[in-house]
């Protein structure tokens, strides 16, 4: 069964402090998979998209790592702000025929305190 | 702002009622997906459009119905509405689903709230 698993599932860091968010998936055929970070109440907004080959990637402070052999990605989140409380969220796209399907994690919720 | 735009914003409508949730998508995306996220919930896909045509369904109830008009606006309709379908739908739009790393750009949402 398709599934991707985020933990922790909450999480709360002092401002300036770095952290990292955990994301397991078993979805087959793998195509690419992603970090969304959604403001409460707020549509998500892509951070970033990683495919097979691709074992880092940076969007300014935050760097998403890929591990394909394992199906682990991880977000680490470096010298947080407070504008970073938000919900983190994975996604993982599957090839499904002519198309392509996405499948959402609960995703962690992230609480950065001054 | 993604260029994807919905309306309304907020509702509040009673038991049993229908609505109709409008969405735009950015100028050029051809595809329009609709997402329920209920509260402290992931988001839950619903069903996606592409130039028209439905393209994947995912876990739409039968009384909800979707359909996109040659203009590419998309609107949600929602029926013999019941308490638990108080949620955040959200519209997405992206240019060609079948692109290998194809982005979804998310609209704001629209808060529906059934008393």
């Known amino acids: 069964k398709n599934q991707v698993e985020q933990s922790p599932q909450s999480l709360i860091i002092l401002e300036g402090k770095n952290c990292t968010l955990q994301?397991?998936?078993?979805?087959?055929?793998?195509?690419?998979l992603r970090w969304y970070k959604q403001d409460t109440g707020r549509g998500p907004v892509s951070l970033t998209i990683m495919t097979f080959s691709e074992n880092t990637k940076s969007n300014g402070r935050y760097t998403a790592t890929l591990d394909a052999d394992t199906k682990q990605s991880s977000l680490h989140i470096t010298a947080s702000q407070l504008s970073d409380s938000a919900s983190y969220i994975c996604?993982?796209?599957?090839?499904?025929?002519?198309?392509?399907?996405?499948?959402w994690g609960l995703g962690t919720s992230l609480a950065v305190n001054p | 702002d993604s260029g994807v735009t919905q309306t309304p914003k907020h509702l509040i409508t009673a038991t049993g009622q229908r609505v109709t949730l409008r969405c735009s998508p950015r100028s050029g995306d051809l595809s329009v997906y609709w997402y329920q996220q209920s509260l402290d919930q992931g988001l839950q896909f619903l069903i996606q459009?592409?130039?028209?045509?439905?393209?994947a369904k995912g876990n739409i109830l039968e009384r909800f119905s979707a359909q996109q008009f040659p203009d590419l606006h998309s609107e949600l309709n929602l029926s013999s509405l019941e308490l638990g379908d108080s949620a955040l739908y959200f519209c997405?739009?992206?240019?060609?689903?079948?692109?290998?790393?194809?982005?979804?750009?998310f609209g704001p949402g629209t808060r529906l709230t059934v008393t």
């Open positions: 997405a739009s992206s240019t060609n689903p079948s692109g290998k790393n194809y982005e979804q750009y």
């Open positions: 994301c397991n998936y078993t979805v087959s055929p793998f195509s690419n």
């Open positions: 459009y592409y130039n028209g045509e439905e393209r």
């Open positions: 996604v993982v796209s599957y090839n499904a025929g002519n198309n392509r399907k996405l499948i």
